[in-house]
């Protein structure tokens, strides 16, 4: 049975593959929900959680202001080499050149900001001579060589997701979480915030070894890459050059963000985070889904000069990642306050903190929607070769981003950065999918129409809840329930073919496991 449903998902369609792998995500997201109520229960949105935020911020902009657009195009780029050359054997240098120089530069990256650890931290606000400020000064600098690990992992990653093991790094990504989630559980009253260090740390552990071992398939080695020299690397980097100016604004924007809120006091830190982190199980499925299979699949279109059935895959996979999010995008919406108190009110997360974290959750919740158009449709940006235009819009979804959060902080404090991320995604995502609409309507108005369904169930279950005036949790049941089922009849409605072949197969599994267990 178990082999019967593996070979579906491994057959060569991308939306299969995509589905296969937004289920592996969906049981990651499981486990993520679980740690985000361990961290709950023993941090709330203390100062400790702070730190860990900010040590976390930190990390990932340094990353991402090293190797951002690499990150974003590598893929892409190797998946183009790969479609166009006869010979493997171009495409493996260019890999392996790829994966030295990166791990190289992510280590010179580490060691150069060792001195500079200070001046980093009080940017956010930290007094030097307190307490608060040496504890933020240590997690950070033995957090630094954690950089070197992530990039490594994100560029072997996508190496193999190029040759269909896709699904061994995501059962991995969800074992690292687990662990995660145990080693905070055990360690977190008698460690407290290192706790949170050394479950990220095990978490990475683990998916580096479980990719080194499967590195082997892909024929390139690890000697190849020891002697690989620098014309590969250069490569991807001239290709992701385009990529440096958005990417600098979308940092720009997190640390903006993240600075202002630590001034504006103790927990807002916390409360943003705990806020993205429960909207970042619909987006994770989502962003890796996409990033994972339609990048590559669009690139080898293109380059067999198949523009209309690469406009075809990108409003597909974006409608089917945005029918699969709307039920708990519901959630988040309608009845946020009801389902962080069932989730998270426990231990050091009190009612103050339930108060502030759906607030926060109930407005980056529109933004969802722009962002999965955002996603989707600048894979077929960068595969077709327009990444100026994805360029320009990323520019303004960020400028638009970093100056919300500066002119309205002092009026909406913490809320303004939600109702700016949103507001500025959706406005940049119609435009894209009007763009997308113009160039296949019919195309397009599939994906209009998933948009608006999204939107009116969102609109009809919020005056739902205000007419009834209710905080219970049999609504959230409903909630659930009845979006779901709307969805579902929405797609036999609206006669979306790909949809309703996954629907009929799952159904069809389940009515023979049903009749089997019955006889």
């Not at 033995?142 to 994100?154: A, R």
Request: hydrophobic share 55%; with cysteine; glycine share 8%.
């Amino acid at each position: 049975m178990a082999m019967q449903w593996l070979s579906f998902f491994q057959k060569k369609s991308p939306r299969r593959v995509t589905l296969g792998i937004a289920l592996l995500k969906g049981m990651k997201a499981i486990v993520g929900v679980l740690s985000v109520m361990v961290m709950a229960r023993y941090f709330g949105i203390s100062l400790a959680r702070d730190q860990w935020v900010v040590a976390l911020t930190i990390l990932t902009g340094l990353i991402q202001f090293a190797f951002g657009p690499m990150n974003e195009t590598f893929r892409s780029k190797l998946a183009l080499i790969r479609s166009k050359s006869d010979s493997q054997e171009h495409f493996r240098e260019t890999a392996a050149s790829t994966i030295k120089w990166m791990f190289l530069f992510s280590l010179i990256v580490s060691l150069f900001c060792i001195p500079f650890v200070d001046q980093l931290i009080s940017a956010f606000g930290y007094v030097r001579s307190g307490s608060a400020f040496e504890a933020l000064r240590l997690l950070l600098l033995i957090s630094l060589p954690t950089l070197v690990l992530s990039e490594i992992t994100t560029l072997i990653s996508g190496v193999l997701n190029l040759y269909g093991v896709f699904f061994i790094p995501e059962l991995c990504g969800v074992l690292g979480v687990l662990v995660n989630t145990v080693i905070v559980a055990l360690f977190a009253n008698s460690l407290g915030v290192y706790s949170l260090w050394l479950g990220y740390l095990l978490n990475l552990l683990i998916l580096s070894v479980v990719l080194a071992l499967q590195f082997g398939i892909t024929r390139i080695g690890f000697r190849r890459v020891l002697f690989a020299g620098f014309r590969g690397f250069k490569e991807c980097f001239v290709f992701s050059s385009a990529m440096y100016l958005p990417l600098i604004f979308a940092q720009l924007s997190v640390l903006t963000e993240r600075v202002i809120a630590a001034r504006i006091g103790v927990g807002n830190v916390a409360g943003l985070d705990y806020a993205r982190k429960i909207l970042d199980v619909p987006m994770g499925v989502v962003t890796t889904s996409i990033a994972t299979v339609l990048g590559p699949i669009l690139a080898d279109q293109f380059g067999k000069k198949n523009l209309t059935s690469l406009y075809e895959e990108t409003a597909r996979v974006a409608r089917m990642m945005i029918l699969g999010v709307t039920p708990p995008l519901l959630v988040f919406f309608v009845a946020p306050e009801v389902f962080i108190r069932l989730l998270l009110k426990r231990g050091l997360f009190d009612e103050q903190a339930v108060a502030l974290t759906a607030g926060l959750l109930r407005l980056y919740t529109p933004g969802v929607l722009g962002a999965i158009l955002l996603i989707a449709i600048g894979q077929a940006m960068m595969a077709s070769g327009r990444l100026s235009r994805l360029v320009l819009a990323t520019i303004i979804i960020q400028g638009g981003i970093i100056a919300g959060n500066i002119f309205l902080s002092p009026y909406l404090r913490v809320y303004a950065f939600p109702l700016s991320w949103s507001a500025m995604h959706l406005l940049v995502g119609g435009v894209l999918l009007l763009g997308i609409a113009s160039e296949s309507k019919q195309t397009g108005l599939g994906l209009v129409e998933a948009v608006v369904l999204a939107l009116g169930l969102g609109a009809l279950f919020s005056s739902l809840r205000f007419v009834m005036n209710t905080n219970s949790s049999s609504f959230l049941l409903l909630v659930i329930g009845a979006g779901s089922l709307a969805v579902l009849i929405s797609v036999r409605c609206l006669g979306f073919k790909e949809e309703n072949a996954i629907l009929q197969k799952v159904t069809q599994k389940l009515f023979q496991r049903w009749k089997s267990d019955a006889s």
